[in-house]
């Protein structure tokens, strides 16, 4: 099991004590128990606040307030009132579980569920030649603009989610950085992120969305190789413009 399949079964099955889930929670080195943790806390803090208890003597009182006009409207008033707090609770209880499964299919949710299956390539120091990363690019049906960064070490067409993307590692100041780039997956706005260790930034270009990320290595590199690659996509051209 890896990390991305990991992670979605605990979405799905919070409390799943599946041999082969605890075995990947208690064996990943990639941030797999954080997760694991986080969940489970979500999900006792959801139990306690759906635990909500019967005040004593409740049955005692609606039988006393059926006596009297007065008794039958306080009990009015207290039904509509519990009413209210129920469907208070069920709201927040959906927007929770609307916000887990938002934040668990995220771009940098999945940038950061995919690296385990690529981290070898963090290791690698021999750059590329042009040709190869532009081939690498060719096979995600995306022709760059502009130059590639100097030290590409990787490049390669693979699935981010359910996106289709170009997963490259760029050595910049000797340090790992990584580029996932999805062509025609738009985002909105352009927005930071620390998830599991990793720092990143999610990049709204214009055909589509640039994932910048690296553990450890400084953010002028994270800038320097966010800049080369947008420069390659989108041309130097449209760079100078998005500066303006």
């Known amino acids: 099991m890896n990390c991305l399949e990991f992670r979605r079964r605990i979405g799905a099955e919070p409390r799943s004590r599946d041999p082969e889930i605890l075995a990947h929670r208690d064996s990943c080195k990639d941030g797999c128990a954080a997760f694991w943790q986080r969940a489970q806390r979500f999900e006792d803090d959801l139990e306690a606040a759906l ?20 008794r039958h409207r306080q009990v009015g008033r207290r039904r509509a ?6 469907s208070v609770l069920i709201a927040f209880t959906g927007v929770g579980m609307l916000w887990r499964h938002a ?16 981290m070898d390539a963090m290791s690698l120091t021999q750059p ?10 060719m096979g995600r049906a995306t022709r760059l603009k502009g130059p590639a960064p100097a ?26 950085v990584v580029a996932l780039y999805m062509p025609g997956k738009m985002v909105d ?22 994932v910048v990320m690296a553990q450890g290595a400084s953010r002028k ?16 051209v449209a760079q100078a413009v998005g500066r303006i």
């Open 51 to 70: 635990a909500v208890p019967v005040p004593e003597g409740l049955a005692d009182r609606i039988l006393l307030a059926q006596a009297t006009g007065e």
């Open 81 to 86: 009132w519990m009413a209210m707090a129920a």
């Open 103 to 118: 934040d668990l299919n995220s771009l940098p949710a999945l940038a950061v569920a995919h690296m385990p299956e690529e």
């Open 128 to 137: 590329m030649t042009d040709a190869q990363v532009e081939a690498g690019f």
């Open 151 to 176: 030290g590409v070490t990787y490049v390669h067409d693979c699935t981010v989610g359910p996106y289709p993307a170009v997963h490259v590692v760029t050595r910049m100041n000797d340090e790992p």
């Open 189 to 210: 706005k352009t927005t930071e992120f620390h998830r599991d260790g990793w720092d990143g930034r999610q990049v709204a270009l214009s055909g589509g969305t640039l």
């Open 221 to 236: 590199s994270r800038d320097a190789v966010e800049r080369g690659w947008r420069a390659a996509i989108e041309g130097p």
